[in-house]
T-cell receptor, first 111, second 116 residues
């Protein structure tokens, strides 16, 4: 079946250090989306990647979509305490269709 | 931006009773909505896809008779947990796709269900 694997499960960093989480799908995706969830909250949309090899930036966050549209990464430069939360990738196999979530990476940032 | 409203945010019920959770799209029409379940420290597991005017599509392993889904209008989907048991205690979240690529999927605020 369709699966999206995400690593690592946890990442503890010192404030100012960089952080990266990786996702891999068993099959080619239509698009991949990234969400952030704070404890007790719901997922909040960060970005969607659609094109093969696409790279998008949001301030300190850099998102990449692989050439084969099967893998993706989120990189945060110089983490801040406000970056704390769980980051999920979610793959869609057709636009507007169901999202399959990765396991999530819980980021903690030590001041 | 697109908003999905989910109610209630928290509910405690007794074993054997049923609980209804509502998910409304406030400023867009959603022919399709998605229902997820999330256990503590775990990912969102897709339970079913709710289709307006037709039967929901359930993921493998999800009991259709236990988790009743109704999508009677373009803005409302409901999930009813029937004959709830303590193992049904979880965080249930709905989502919908507003149709605008840059906005991704919009999620409700979730419902924390506790069955005692």
């Amino acid at each position: 079946g369709q699966q999206v694997m995400q690593i690592p499960q946890y990442q503890h960093v010192q404030e100012g250090e960089d952080f990266t989480t990786y996702c891999n799908s068993s099959t080619t995706l239509s698009n991949i989306q990234w969400y952030k969830q704070r404890p007790g909250g719901h997922p909040v949309f960060l970005i969607q990647l659609v094109k093969s090899g696409e790279v998008k930036k949001q301030k300190r966050l850099t998102f990449q979509f692989g050439e084969a549209k099967k893998n993706s990464s989120l990189h945060i430069t110089a983490t801040q305490t406000t970056d704390v939360g769980t980051y999920f990738c979610a793959g869609a196999y057709n636009q507007g269709g169901k999202l399959i979530f990765g396991q999530g990476t819980e980021l903690s940032v030590k001041p | 931006g697109a908003v999905v409203s989910q109610h209630p945010s928290r509910v405690i019920c007794k074993s054997g009773t049923s609980v209804k959770i509502e998910c409304r799209s406030l400023d867009f029409q959603a022919t399709t909505m998605f229902w997820y379940r999330q256990f503590p420290k775990q990912s969102l597991m897709l339970m079913a896809t709710s289709n307006e005017g037709s039967k929901a599509t359930y993921e493998q392993g999800v009991e259709k008779d236990k988790f009743l889904i109704n999508h009677a209008s373009l803005t409302l989907s409901t999930l009813t947990v029937t004959s709830a048991h303590p193992e049904d205690s979880s965080f249930y979240i709905c989502s919908a796709y507003p149709g605008q690529t840059n906005y991704g999927y919009t999620f409700g605020s979730g419902t924390r269900l506790t069955v005692v």
